[in-house]
């Protein structure tokens, strides 16, 4: 159940589970961080199937549960939530491996057991959360509630009053952030304030092959039979490069599950799910996905458990309880050298040194758990690149993420991403019509192309302002952990084994910058070098361009496009070795067996790769003074609609006849 021994629970985890219940009370699971961005339906099974109860009458099924932790990470909370466990964030200091506690939830209080002594106070995120307990999970309460108030209606009966409400959000009468507007119009009004409970329509549902199967089985329980919401789709990028014979028959079922009901399915080799579903996503609108890393940069999304995202499909809302905001704001010039994956480094690293958030679990501040991270400052990224910035924010613990670009980059990438919907047309993706009413959708926004903004009075729990001009060396993620940044001259030096330059972090452009400091090595790199592009169209277009002789001849094992290493139980690095990683999380063990790693940009990567240790900040500038040059052939971006080969395969399949 856990990867890494914790105190008291080391070797013989389910004998020591076994011992506790010997004691005749419910377990409780409790952490310091419990979950960090991710875990998701099957990190909740676990609890759920060790400390729950059965439910009579259904079997293979558990729920209840209890779980205490200084910092729940969102994703994990809601899917106890959605469990009918009771999760509860309070102080757990005092709390120790085989202690009895008595908890009092309505009073808010945690004692020891059978006496006063108070060790822990609390306050439930939402009064729901009791009646969420009582129905044995959000989503039987939901439909409960639902079906409730119309068969009260329907009788001429007033509301129910057995039903916890919600309570209202204070109403501050200042503006609205960007996120709360964006969650507004997705439920019909101007903006929601943070603690407000809403069900905002989705509009973009994402599910990946890990908890496909998963939501698979949430969705026959909801008996759906086709999806509410707009856009669902699904990816094979986890499981693709190593499956193992149920990956395979996921494989072989999982897609025509989706397309029957309506899904765009993707094709196990395709690439990773965010770098194709951001890429289908309309502006301004919200969404969730069955991945810690579904952080749309264009509109928002809450990721979520399987339960969740089979709901949000089959129904196309999704329940939120509003989160606060946080504010980051980036002014000044990017300096020589300096990546945007310094600048996703830079976001904990300027954290740290406010005292808003704390490298050691014990205790841990942060500021960003469970909030909205929304950036400003840098409107004229990519989107492929405000990517970067909004996927991170699954690390920082953030429920969800805006980026604030303007219409340029969004009015380039949809015109790109419509030839590259027709093309799927032309290649038999399905389902032809939610691809086709996706096209239109984004046809008439370029029609019409207005962006919501934050209003200049929008109220946020704490504002981060980072100075650009202040970061002028590379920052990196030291083993273990994507909060403990450091600037490269702290590392400078330390003998790298291993480089990894891949996941969803990258785009194409990480891939020829490498390529062009490779491509100068007369020898094989003395790293063993790792390549893994994030689609399909990227490896072909690099192919095209002749990078792949260059991976080859620098001696780089280059893998199917996918979340390759970066997925941690697949291809592994070497045990103990030390690894520079373009990836999104270093926790102890993802890579490899007891690997250090450190998370960098994908130059770093790069030159750390040719050296076989972390260079130096005068090592470092000679190579990136070299790719500055080429810049304006490296950072270029896969623009479909340019490329020959794309728009003859859209013209043909396009416009399409549908039965
Ligand atoms: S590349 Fe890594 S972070 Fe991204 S979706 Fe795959 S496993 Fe998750």
């Known amino acids: 159940m856990l990867k890494n021994p914790r105190d008291g629970l080391t070797d013989k985890p389910l004998e020591k589970i ?41 079997p293979n099924k558990r729920n209840g549960g209890y779980c205490f932790g200084g910092k729940i990470a969102p994703i994990f909370f809601n899917t106890m939530e959605d469990a009918g466990a009771l999760p509860i964030e309070m102080d757990v200091s005092q709390m120790n491996m085989g202690d009895v506690i008595d908890v009092y939830p309505y009073e808010g209080r945690v004692t020891r057991h059978d006496s006063d002594e108070v060790i822990a106070s609390f306050e439930l995120s939402t009064n729901v959360l009791k009646d969420e307990v009582r129905a044995d999970g959000r989503i039987p309460l939901i439909i409960g509630r639902g079906l409730t108030d119309r068969a009260r209606q329907a009788l001429g009966l007033s509301d129910s009053d057995l039903f916890e409400k919600p309570q209202a959000a204070e109403d501050s009468g200042k503006g609205y952030t960007l996120a709360q507007k964006m969650v507004g119009k997705a439920c019909g009004l101007d903006g929601v304030r943070p603690g407000m409970y809403c069900e905002p329509k989705m509009t973009t549902v994402g599910s990946q092959d890990t908890t496909g199967p998963m939501t698979r089985d949430e969705l026959k329980d909801l008996a759906c039979l086709g999806f509410s919401a707009d856009l669902v789709m699904q ?16 494989h072989h079922t999982l897609p025509d599950f989706m397309q029957n009901r309506g899904g765009i399915s993707l094709r196990p080799g395709d690439g990773v799910i965010h770098s194709w579903m951001n890429r289908m996503l309309l502006p301004d609108t919200v969404g969730t996905g069955g991945d810690s890393h579904t952080r749309f940069p264009i509109g928002i999304s809450f990721p979520a458990g399987s339960g969740l995202v089979a709901f949000a499909a089959a129904t196309g809302v999704m329940p939120l309880d509003m989160p606060e905001s946080v504010l980051v704001r980036f002014k000044g010039d990017m300096q020589q050298g300096i990546t945007l994956r310094d600048l996703v480094n830079a976001i904990p690293y300027a954290a740290i040194q406010r005292g808003l958030l704390t490298v050691e679990k014990q205790g841990k501040k942060n500021v960003f758990s469970g909030r909205v991270l929304e950036i400003e400052g840098l409107p004229q990224l990519k989107v492929e690149q405000a990517f970067e910035l909004s996927d991170a924010s699954a690390e920082r613990s953030a429920s969800g993420c805006t980026v ?26 399905g389902d032809v019509r939610t691809i086709t009413r996706r096209i239109d959708e984004m046809q008439k926004w370029l029609d019409n192309p207005e962006l919501l903004e934050a209003d200049a009075d929008a109220e946020y729990a704490e504002i981060i302002e980072i100075d650009l001009n202040q970061i002028t060396e590379p920052l990196l993620a030291c083993p273990n952990d994507p909060d403990d940044i450091k600037p490269l ?18 785009n194409i452009g990480h891939f020829r910058a490498a390529g062009k400091l490779l491509e100068k090595l007369e020898e094989p790199v003395v790293t063993r070098l790792w390549i893994a592009p994030p689609t399909k169209m990227d490896e072909a277009q690099l192919t095209a361009e002749g990078y792949y002789n260059i991976f080859g001849r620098s001696g780089a094992r280059t893998e199917m496009p996918g979340c390759s290493l970066c997925m941690g139980n697949q291809a592994r690095v070497a045990e103990n070795s030390t690894v520079v990683s373009t990836s999104t999380r270093n926790f102890p063990n993802r890579l490899g067996k007891g690997a250090n790693v450190y998370l960098a940009s994908a130059e770093l990567a790069a030159v750390a790769s040719i050296l076989g240790k972390i260079p130096t900040m005068d090592e470092y500038l000679q190579y990136a003074n070299d790719i500055n040059t080429m810049a304006d052939d490296v950072y270029r971006y896969l623009n479909f609609n340019e490329m020959e080969n794309y728009t003859a395969a859209a013209d043909s399949a396009f416009p399409v006849k549908v039965a």
């Not at 001259?489 to 990258?506: L, N």
Request: with cysteine.
């Open 18 to 58: 076994a011992e506790l219940k010997q004691l005749g009370h419910p377990l409780a699971y409790v952490g310091d961080v419990v979950g960090t961005g991710s875990s998701r339906k099957s990190a909740t099974n676990s609890v759920l199937w060790h400390m729950g109860q059965d439910i009579p009458y259904i």
């Open 404 to 429: 604030k670009l303007d219409k340029e980059p969004i009015i380039e990438y949809l015109n790109s991403n419509i030839t590259m919907f027709k093309w799927m047309i032309n290649e038999g993706y």
């Open 489 to 506: 001259s702290a590392v400078a030096g330390d003998k790298i084994d291993e480089v990894f330059i891949g996941s969803c972090m990258t």
């Open 235 to 250: 990816s094979f990028c986890h499981t693709a490069p190593y499956p193992k014979p149920v990956d395979v028959v996921t």
